[in-house]
């Protein structure tokens, strides 16, 4: 069976601290040769500089290629688009265009007075620009906002019609819920690429409650395995063999590339790429 292409979402530090977990990340996940790593934008659009410099810095130490978030969120369309130009000026040519999250304070996403009311708008624009890269979201269980499963992947399909070059979905537990839905893509006339994201759980009570708010669906065995685990304290190596399983099932049906969600802690991810056959292939210099 062919290996898979990988690649690895991280975070922009706030702290020294985080800076320091960042490159570890960066250091020990670059030499498994990955298509790219990509940089989140905080919610409401806070760290914008951050997620800049971030990816600025990445591109540059690691030589590899470095897909940064991008948002409506909190900025006008020309605020947003000097954003992307930044990216482009600092030879970041890959772009996650997203909605984004609502910001503190609000249960609901409400678009800047002069900014971009949605992703669709977005993907345009920066498809205009004929620059980068378009990566966007995709959600395997609906999103929470989306009237209907159907409605759901209409709107994935309006993000490629707009301009998108490939989608990484949300994060889920069990691979059928990707199967089904990349089936019901395809059954809509999507064709482009569709990369599952994956999250190797560091921490189940952080990951159940986030699943909660973006509507990933939680299966009780999942529930009754991690709280036998957690008693037992063997939660890393329930995490490890159950990412591995999926990813490894994943694969027997055509996936042919993984998306990771490192959270900037890398052991656990690295080990399930061991596992799965994706071994260092070059090293990271000039990381300091």
Known sequence: MPLPAVSFEVFPPKTVDAAFRLWDTAQALAPLAPRFFSVTYGAGGTTRDLTHDAAHVLHRTSKLPVSAHLTCVGASVAETMEQAEKFHAAGVTDIVALRGDPQDGTDRFIPHPDGFKNSVELIEA?????????????????????????????????????????????????????????????????????????LPITNWASARKFALCCGTKIPAWMEDAYAKAERDNRTELLSTALCAEMCSTLMDEGVDALHFYTLNRPDLTRNVCRALGVTPQSSLANVA
């Not at 920066?126 to 980068?132: N, Q, S, T």
């Not at 707009?162 to 089904?180: C, H, N, V, Y």
């Open 126 to 198: 920066l498809a205009l620009l004929d620059k980068f890269t378009i990566r966007v979201g995709a959600y395997p269980d609906c999103h929470p906002d989306a009237a209907s499963q159907h409605a759901n992947i209409q709107y994935l399909k309006r993000k490629f019609d707009a301009g998108a070059d490939e989608a990484i979905t949300q994060f889920f537990f069990e691979p059928e819920s990707f199967l089904r839905f990349r089936d019901q893509c395809a059954a809509a006339g999507i064709t482009r690429p569709i990369v599952p994201g994956i």
